[in-house]
């Protein structure tokens, strides 16, 4: 699994640590580890600090994430992302669709 989560039951946040690559690789262990029906929190917090390389799918990821959360009403960060990662996200909007940190 290229992704470590924790749940913190006090704030009911749920966050992802990501590895190295995120992308279509990993769908399967991200649909898993917030995605299911089964899983719901309060915040979701993804860290990219680990992460290198970033594609499309991992951008659909996001926004499957949001609106599994609650679309607008969502409370998702997004932290440690390297300045070209976080380039990325601006230039895709996801800097007014989360809150990058």
Do not use: P, Q, W
């Amino acid at each position: 699994m290229n992704i470590n989560v924790h749940h913190d039951s006090d704030t009911d946040c749920l966050t992802l640590h990501l590895g190295e690559h995120f992308d279509f690789s990993m769908h399967r262990d991200f649909h898993d580890a917030c995605l299911a029906s089964n899983v719901k929190a309060r915040c979701y917090v993804i860290d990219l600090g680990e992460v290198t390389r970033m594609d499309s799918s991992a951008l659909g990821m996001l926004l499957l994430l949001r609106e599994h959360a609650g679309a607008d009403r969502a409370e998702i960060r997004i932290v440690n992302a390297r300045d070209e990662l976080r380039g990325t996200l601006r230039v895709a909007g996801f800097d007014k669709l989360f809150v990058l940190h």
